[in-house]
């Protein structure tokens, strides 16, 4: 608030009027030579070269300002002499105002004055300002920055920043001194390690390079190193002490020689964010307010923010997908039917390429139509001069009742190979390598009709002695023995292959094959002309037969229950041309044509079995009866025990419990009291009336008794 003269004496600009509100009784008059008056703070009328010459603005309220008994108070509304006076004398909490920014905590500290506590990474009075961020290796340039601690960080060392990066590995920060690096933090994986002293070590739980930032912390207290993640708790571990001291170096984002970088993964590729050392920040781009930092020596590469590489301009996207960038990565946008990160994968089956008695089966780059086939003719393949891959594998998928069949032949000058039957038995023949090499698969038969895969593959790639092996049915007999070269198999790019047959003109296997592949390319079945789209892939086999052959598509054997083979009602089932009859119970045989023996089914439980025409006939064991000698005879039934007796069942007799005072076979008998005896030797009893005789130790027995007692 100023107030200003008018008298003639005034050196500076002159106003007519005078800020005086209010008068008292008194009539003393303004001396002239007066001639500005400013209250609260000092307004720049008189052209100070700096702020800093004029003293801070005073804060806080006036009351009975007397200028020559004249009071002075402010005017209600504004003018061009006051600035930011208000009536009354509020002391209203400024925290309600909310005046801190970006999540920052308001703190009143007294009459109309307030702190923020701000959250990272945002400093400044109202937590208005946020740490710039530093960008390491855009465009994939070698980036890093070295600091230099200018104090001695006592017992308890914090590092900790924000971090943000797509880049699994990389180094983030060094501690080093004359003698060695200390303190080592770097990216594998995805997660953070911590490393001290050259031998304990920290690992984080969680993945961070997901593009988003995450605040990192370390904390070495004496002799404990923990690790936190967003103030998640990742694990603590036992440290020898370590102590940073003035002079010591901060390496950040990589070190100055690169193949020191190498070892922990490279150079740091991503942006770091309000990067601290205890209480110090170490900032490439220092903010407006004065913060406690440490000086950046040198850095190489590290740029102001945090943009992001353009991966859509190298164009990642395949089959006309749609890049859109996304920070330090890209999202392709991808055409119908196709999918994958950059749309390399075509979904050939959605197009319906094949025809529909097949099915579709999709690859990165192609698409097969898997089916099965009746054989007749042999077919006759060949490479499309384009196969680079090794061929290191055949294999066979198959169904026939012959004991000697051809699946597959080739032969180019030297080099012969032959997959048959021989005797029902597997055998592989391959000819023309560093010695001939027959083998014979001797597990089982495989000519009754069932489907069989036989492959032939390299297992272990080593070029000295690679392992082979020849399964049937995923039964395994390796034949590293016979030293077979990995390129064995590599003649057939270029040789005549023919499929179910010696050549074209040949004898053709009886049977069925379901999909044939060699080098895990299919030998196809149909004509390229029979698809709806041709195949894609660039490395094929392709069918050069006549189409004057036509495939029969399925399988299925002769009809052999045309007419039933099967006797006496039996019923006929086709297995592959074999038929097999169910016949009814009275009737065996392969025909039904043998009438049943009733007693192979063993129906006498407990007795002997005697077969009859269309019957049979149970001879039970004792004790047991019923048409199959199920039934327990009782031979308590109709028994004669007398007097309230119990029956005591027997196998094939019984005997009576007689109640007390009775007895006899059927208790029929009063039973006759016991006489009790001294003897000379022991106590004994006299039975059935018997009485003591006291010469021999025995008794005188009644008439119709006799024994010793």
């Not at 030297?414 to 090499?437: A, C, K």
């Amino acid at each position: 608030m100023q107030l200003v003269c008018s008298g003639p004496n005034c050196s500076r600009e002159t106003h007519p009027e005078l800020v005086v509100l209010e008068h008292t009784s008194a009539s003393t008059q303004l001396q002239p030579l007066l001639c500005s008056l400013t209250i609260g703070a000092v307004r720049d009328i008189w052209g100070s070269n700096s702020e800093s010459e004029l003293p801070v603005a005073f804060l806080g309220c006036f009351r009975d300002v007397f200028l020559n008994s004249r009071l002075l108070v402010p005017t209600s509304g504004t003018n061009s002499f006051q600035t930011n006076v208000t009536l009354g004398c509020s002391n209203k909490d400024k925290c309600v105002e909310s005046p801190c920014q970006n999540r920052g905590r308001c703190k009143s500290q007294g009459w109309r004055s307030y702190i923020c506590e701000c959250q990272r990474p945002y400093e400044g009075t109202n937590c208005e300002q946020e740490y710039i961020t530093a960008r390491f290796g855009n465009k994939e340039q070698p980036s890093y920055g070295v600091f230099l601690l200018e104090d001695d960080l006592g017992d308890t060392l914090t590092v900790s920043m924000f971090v943000r990066t797509r880049q699994t590995s990389g180094l983030l920060l060094i501690l080093a001194n004359s003698t060695s690096q200390y303190f080592r933090m770097w990216l594998d994986g995805g997660r953070v390690h911590v490393q001290i002293n050259n031998y304990e070590s920290l690992e984080g739980q969680s993945v961070i390079s997901d593009g988003h930032f995450h605040l990192l912390t370390i904390k070495l207290e004496r002799t404990t190193a923990s690790l936190f993640q967003s103030a998640h708790n990742q694990g603590s571990t036992a440290i020898r002490h370590i102590q940073a001291s003035e002079g010591d170096i901060v390496y950040v984002g990589g070190l100055t020689d690169p193949r020191a970088s190498a070892s922990f993964g490279g150079y740091f590729k991503g942006c770091v964010q309000d990067l601290r050392v205890n209480s110090k920040r170490l900032q490439f781009y220092p903010i407006a307010t004065q913060v406690e930092s440490y000086n950046l020596q040198q850095h190489n590469n590290v740029q102001q923010g945090c943009s992001s590489d353009n991966a859509c301009a190298v164009n990642p996207c395949f089959n006309s997908g749609v890049c859109y960038s996304m920070w330090d990565d890209f999202l392709c946008n991808c055409p119908p039917n196709t999918a994958g990160r950059r749309c390399e994968e075509v979904k050939w089956c959605e197009m319906s390429p094949c025809p529909s008695s097949t099915i579709c089966l999709s690859h990165s780059q192609g698409f097969d139509c898997e089916c099965q086939i009746k054989t007749g003719s042999p077919l006759h393949y060949r490479g499309n001069s384009n196969i680079k891959r090794i061929l290191n594998n055949v294999s066979i998928r198959f169904r026939t009742r012959q004991s000697v069949a051809t699946l597959l032949y080739t032969q180019m000058g030297s080099h012969t190979f032959t997959v048959s039957l021989l005797d029902s038995q597997m055998t592989v023949l391959l000819v023309g390598v560093d010695q001939n090499v027959s083998l014979v698969h001797s597990i089982g038969p495989v000519s009754d009709g069932l489907w069989h895969t036989v492959e032939l593959k390299m297992e272990t790639v080593i070029l000295q002695s690679p392992l082979w092996v020849l399964a049937l049915d995923g039964n395994k007999m390796p034949i590293e023995k016979f030293r077979i070269p990995p390129n064995a198999l590599d003649f057939l790019k270029d040789a005549d292959i023919f499929l179910g047959g010696m050549n074209a003109a040949g004898i053709s296997m009886s049977g069925c094959l379901g999909p044939v592949e060699i080098g895990g390319l299919f030998l196809p079945f149909h004509m390229g002309t029979e698809l709806n789209i041709p195949r894609p892939q660039p490395e094929q086999f392709i069918r050069v037969d006549s189409d004057r052959v036509t495939l029969q598509y399925g399988c299925w054997g002769a009809r052999v229950c045309e007419p039933s083979p099967c006797q006496n009602s039996g019923v006929c089932e086709d297995v592959f041309d074999l038929h097999h009859c169910t016949c009814s119970s009275e009737w065996t045989g392969l025909q039904c044509q043998e009438p049943t023996d009733r007693c192979l089914s063993n129906p006498c439980l407990f007795g002997n079995c005697t077969s009859l025409a269309g019957e049979y006939k149970c001879d039970c064991e004792p004790g047991y009866r019923g048409g199959q000698c199920e039934l327990e005879v009782n031979t308590c039934e109709n028994n004669n025990c007398s007097n309230g007796a119990t029956c005591l069942k027997g196998l094939q007799r019984y005997a009576c419990l007689c109640p007390q005072n009775l007895t006899g076979q059927y208790c029929e008998l009063p039973q006759l009291p016991v006489s009790a005896c001294i003897g000379s030797r022991w106590n004994y009893s006299c039975f059935h009336g018997g009485n003591c005789s006291k010469e021999d130790n025995t008794c005188l027995c009644l008439p119709g008794f006799t024994g010793q007692w």
